[in-house]
């Protein structure tokens, strides 16, 4: 197949992305097994868990992608799957012991290892061949896409194999209903842990290391650093616009997303089937964003946005109240009309922040996953204060806010500069031509 890259370095970072999204994603479902089965967990408390990690994350990324510029990145992509990995399996340990406070922070320090690895593997994906960037990022993002699509699934049904299933049992005999307890066993996820080897493997013998640059040439790309900051021709009033719209559109995505399981398990789900549509949510999500990415490039990428933004809504405010085959339709509606827009978000983001392409991908990604992990902790208060339910009602809501805000940008961000340039230039030779026949 012509179209698939054929760079070793590619592929190593891109089951690297894989393997790392794969068990990042397993966090929330983890979270709902274990205060369904081993010790009491309040939403507030998974929304802390959540975002802290979250934060940690988006914190974390420019400073490693600035040593990744540094060092060079097999170390920093290798070790960072390898430590998110170990850090779950850690946190996963300490969980046994019952205590929320020590199990909190090896998950949140996690996030550290996915933050060293996400600019290495971007950075190595975009270079592997420099004629075909986009459409190799594109493919390395899919597969980041695709683990976290099944990473709930996998470790949910992994789960739900060492849980008791009395409730078939006590729905013939109500007199035992609530009286018989489940219990469930994690020790299948130290064993699926052990899968994350041949991917840390093939990194470290693939990627490339760093190569010592020469003396003069290091001094000079130092003094056009410093004289370049990536601040420099933002236009602040379409950049505070932007940011606003980032922030009320990531209480949704990637706001709710722990709690889906959270959601569902309350209604009697297995962990299998609740693993499911937390993994159909984020796989309809990828599958959006690459449909909605097309869209951009041909119509006004304000619309595009705000159309799928406003549509996600009545999807988001059903999904607490839905059951069975429904909520799966309203789940991958929820995720793919709110997720779609996330490409467009990005290449918006290059385009307010001129300086510096990578700086602004790293800048808005670390934004978008922190204004969700402050999404997430609010409506983990709010769920304990008024209900689940009502939570997600008011984040529908925060969507309709979010879409009229999206309509609110510039009209110099409905499309991207170079497709304005040809249609510009078209423009002009239409009008030599009318003007060339007047006379």
């Known amino acids: 197949m012509a179209f698939l890259p ?3 370095v590619f592929w190593a970072v891109a089951a690297g992305h894989m393997t790392n999204d794969f068990f990042m994603s397993t966090g929330p479902v983890l979270l709902a097994f274990l205060s369904l089965h081993l010790f009491p967990i309040s939403n507030t408390q998974i929304g802390l868990a959540v975002s802290s990690r979250q934060l940690m994350g988006s914190f974390s990324q420019p400073f490693f992608g600035w040593l990744a510029d540094k060092r060079g990145t097999r170390e ?3 070790l960072g799957v390898a430590w998110s990995v170990s850090f779950i399996m850690l946190a996963m340990a300490l969980a046994l012991t019952e205590h929320f406070w020590l199990m909190i922070i090896p998950y949140a320090l996690s996030a550290l290892g996915s933050g060293a690895f996400h600019p290495a593997g971007a950075m190595n994906a975009a270079e592997a061949d420099h004629t075909r960037s986009a459409s190799n990022l594109s493919i390395f993002f899919f597969a980041g896409q695709l ?6 699934a996998v470790v949910g049904l992994l789960l739900d194999f060492t849980t008791t299933h009395h409730n078939i049992f006590t729905a013939t005999l109500p007199a035992l209903n609530g009286r018989v307890l489940e219990q469930g066993s994690i020790w299948p996820v130290f ?7 041949p991917a840390v493997f093939f990194m470290g013998f693939s990627l490339p290391r760093a190569e010592p640059k020469p003396a003069v040439v290091a001094v000079e790309e130092t003094t056009q650093v410093a004289k ?14 932007f940011a606003l719209m980032v922030t009320i559109r990531s209480f949704a995505q990637p706001g709710i997303v722990p709690f889906i399981p959270v959601l569902f398990s309350g209604k009697g789900w297995t962990s299998a089937q609740f693993g499911l549509i937390t993994s159909l949510f984020w796989l309809s999500s990828g599958i959006a964003g690459m449909v909605f990415g097309n869209l951009a490039d041909r119509f006004d990428r304000r619309y595009v946005m705000a159309i799928g933004t406003i549509a996600s809504a009545p999807m988001v405010f059903l999904l607490p109240i839905t059951d069975g085959v429904t909520a799966f339709v309203v789940a991958i509606a929820a995720g793919g009309l709110s997720g779609g827009s996330h490409s467009i978000i990005v290449v918006m983001a290059q385009e307010i922040i001129p300086g510096k ?3 602004a991908s790293g800048a808005i990604l670390g934004f978008i996953f922190g204004s969700g992990a402050l999404g997430t902790f609010v409506i983990g208060l709010l769920s304990d204060a008024i209900g689940l339910t009502a939570a997600f009602e008011i984040v529908a809501g925060m969507l309709v806010v979010a879409a009229l ?7 110099t961000l409905a499309f991207r500069p170079d497709v304005t340039l040809r249609r510009n230039e078209r423009e002009a030779q239409a009008a030599t031509v009318s003007s060339a026949a007047g006379r």
């Open 357 to 359: 392409k990578g700086f």
């Open 6 to 8: 054929r760079s070793r």
């Open 191 to 197: 064993v699926l842990g052990l899968a994350a080897i």
């Open 405 to 411: 805000t999206a309509l609110a940008l510039p009209a």
């Open 76 to 78: 920093l992509g290798t």
């Open 228 to 241: 370049s900051s990536p601040f420099a021709g933002i236009v602040w009033k379409t950049f505070l616009i």
């Open 147 to 152: 683990g976290l699509a099944l990473g709930p």
